[in-house]
């Protein structure tokens, strides 16, 4: 590999999360994570300010009808206790992705998948 300038390495800008109601999502999300207040640009998308790296909720008009190809990882100190806490907010199980010890997969109210993360001193 050739030496690469690090001013043209590119850098994760947001994390897009298509949604066929950006408010509502944004603020679901927004509950789940934290972050800092949410944010409507001139396009209808919703901004969730997050760290690292924050998450961009766009609007499109068709449903979600597959398995994600991307999905958000969630690292958590209590594995049980998040998965409960997503659960009562409204996200639903993802047995049929994965089941294992390792992670648990859930989906978002409008289907999305992500992962809660056990952690290593759990294992």
């Known amino acids: ?8 390495i590119p850098r994760v ?3 897009c999360i298509d949604t066929t109601n950006p408010e509502f999502l ?3 999300w927004s509950r ?3 972050g800092a207040a949410l944010r409507t640009d001139e396009d209808g998308d919703i901004h969730l300010q997050l760290e ?3 998450l961009l909720f766009l609007k499109v008009i068709e449903p ?3 398995k994600n190809r991307m999905h958000l ?3 958590v100190k209590s594995y049980e206790e998040a998965i409960a806490r997503a659960v009562s907010l409204g996200a639903t199980m993802a047995d049929d992705i994965y089941r294992g010890d390792e992670w648990q997969v ?3 109210p409008e289907g999305n998948e992500f992962c809660v993360i056990r952690p290593k001193h759990e294992k």
């Open 1 to 8: 590999m050739t030496n690469i300038e690090p001013d043209a």
């Open 13 to 15: 800008g947001w994390i």
């Open 26 to 28: 944004a603020k679901w």
């Open 32 to 34: 789940l994570l934290g």
């Open 52 to 54: 690292p790296i924050p």
């Open 64 to 66: 979600k009808t597959s």
């Open 73 to 75: 990882d969630l690292r």
């Open 106 to 108: 859930l989906r978002d």
